[in-house]
Each structure stands twice: as structure tokens, then as C-alpha cells.
């Protein structure tokens, strides 16, 4: 939440009849200026503050700018929905994965799937993955703040040059720091490794197992999926495992969920049915 003159608020789409928000006047094109005196920046601030709110500034569509109060209502942000649910739009990745599935992608789809998207607003709200790779201190810090948990990281490996690697981003920071990071402020992640063969497998799988496995309960599981390549795909040292490497990736998997469990209390690392 920022101070109202900073940001023009957010467009209502729609209110659910007979809800409390309609009654108290809210409507469709409606724009939410204000909750009690600061601006929401998008559905996240509206689904956290609402419920409390002593009063809403408000502009109609005719450019009316209306200040309601609330009188104890409690209003349910579940009954409104926005125009935008993130203003602005999704924030896009900065790195340069040769393995991206949107790259894999054949031409001539709606717009909205070729975004390459890496927000943590949508890891948050929709459960997306995100790479920790184009956040500043204000997004750490809103993080923390709002207890935006659990994240979904893709973390692919835990070895700093591998994971650049896979990356394509020479400028990547390391995984491990954030995600300490993360949990200092109880954020709780659930991870992902794309498992890319002669890369990040083998004793690099094992490697980011053990250290993720380290930061339980920050770090609640991984997950562990093959690549997926398409014949729109464009690669150079990115390929699919084998039959025989994807066993021995299951097997990894088997033999750390049956140390883990006993430690832990849970599976913590969980190979997907394609692999």
C-alpha cells in the first residue's frame, strides 16, 4: 500500500449480487482509489486490507469521486473482481532458458501464451513458478511484509554455475542465500528441477536434493520433471534423459525420500509421472 496520490487505483469488472460491496454502493467501472487513505496496488492488496477497511474512496466511471464508509461492514474481496488483477501486467523473465516451454511453442496461438512470465504476485496468487532472478528490495520487502507464501521456485540446481547455466543468465544470483532468505521471514517455497540430461543430473541432482532438503521446513518439497522439448523447440546443449537416466533419476528420488521421511516426516523430493 502506497499513498493515494501515487497510483489511479484499480478498475472494478464486476460485483457479486446481493454481496455486501454492492450494497454499499460499489459498482462495475467503478475505480477503487483508496483503502482508508492508501492506494492498492492490485488484487493482493485488495484481498489482505478490504475485509478490514473503515472506508473506500472511490471514482465512478463519470470521473465522480465518491468516499464511502464502511459502518463495520465486513466486505469480502472474493465477491469483486478486477479489470487487472496486477496492474500494469505480468512482470517477464530475465533469463534466457533454451529449455522455456513457451519457446517450444508453435506459432499463431492467443498472445496471452507467449508471455514469459516470472512474477511473484503470480506465483503467490495462481501458484506460477518463478525464478527469484528479477526481484529488488521492494519486492523482498513486500514479501515479507504480506507473507506472500508459499512461492513455487524454479530452482533447476542448487550449484551456482549450473544453475547459470541452465539459466542463461551469467548474472543469476545464487539460489541458496535467497531462499534463506525467504525462510527468515517465513516464507515457504515449494521447489522445481527441470531435469536437463548430462547438466543437472546425476551427482548435481544429488547435490540440490541434500541442500534444499537442508532448509526444510523454508523449503517444503521439490519437485523433479524432465524437460520437454517440442519440434519448435531451438537447442544446443539441452536434451531430453534417456530410459536409463530417467531410471536412475527415479531411483535417486526413491533412495532420498526413504532417508528424508524418517528426518523430515515427509517424501520432501517427488519425481512427476513424465519422468
Known amino acids: 500500500m502506497v499513498l493515494t496520490e501515487a497510483l489511479p487505483g484499480l478498475m472494478v469488472r464486476s460485483v457479486e449480487p446481493g454481496s455486501a460491496i454492492e450494497r454499499f454502493g460499489v459498482q462495475p467501472g467503478d475505480r477503487l482509489l483508496a483503502i482508508d487513505g492508501l492506494v492498492p496496488r492490485d488484487v493482493i492488496d ?17 470521473g465522480q469521486r ?8 465486513i466486505l469480502d474481496a472474493a465477491t469483486l473482481t478486477l479489470a487487472e488483477a496486477v496492474r500494469g501486467g505480468i512482470r ?50 513486500r514479501i515479507g511484509y504480506q507473507r506472500l507464501s508459499p512461492l ?25 542465500p535467497q531462499l534463506r532468505r525467504l525462510a527468515g521471514v517465513g516464507i515457504r517455497v515449494n521447489a522445481q528441477v527441470v531435469l536437463c540430461a548430462g547438466l543437472n543430473d546425476g551427482p548435481v541432482l544429488e547435490q540440490t536434493i541434500d541442500e534444499l532438503a537442508n532448509l526444510y521446513p523454508g523449503v517444503q518439497s521439490v ?43 515427509v517424501g520432501f523430493v517427488y519425481a512427476s509421472d513424465e519422468l
Do not use: M
Request: charged share 25%; hydrophobic share 35%.
Open 152 to 176: 513455487n521456485v524454479s530452482v533447476h540446481a542448487t550449484d551456482p554455475a549450473v544453475r547459470r547455466t541452465l539459466l542463461n543468465n551469467r548474472h543469476a544470483p545464487e539460489i541458496l
Open 66 to 73: 465518491v468516499e464511502l464508509r464502511t459502518d463495520g461492514q
Open 92 to 141: 517477464e523473465c530475465n533469463n534466457h532458458c533454451e529449455f522455456c516451454f513457451i519457446r517450444g511453442l508453435p506459432p499463431g496461438l492467443r498472445p496471452s501464451l507467449y508471455v514469459f512470465d516470472d512474477d511473484y504476485r503470480y506465483s503467490f496468487l495462481w501458484g506460477n513458478f518463478l525464478t527469484l532472478t528479477n526481484l529488488d528490495e521492494a519486492d523482498w520487502a
Open 223 to 265: 519437485s523433479v520433471v524432465p524437460v520437454g522439448l517440442t519440434r519448435y523447440s531451438r537447442v544446443k546443449n539441452i536434451r531430453r534423459p534417456t530410459a536409463a537416466e530417467a531410471a536412475r533419476a527415479l531411483e535417486q528420488c526413491e533412495h532420498k525420500q526413504s532417508l528424508l521421511r524418517p528426518r523430515v516426516g
Open 46 to 62: 485488495l484481498q489482505l486490507e478490504l475485509s478490514e477497511a473503515r472506508g473506500l474512496t472511490i471514482a465512478r466511471a463519470d
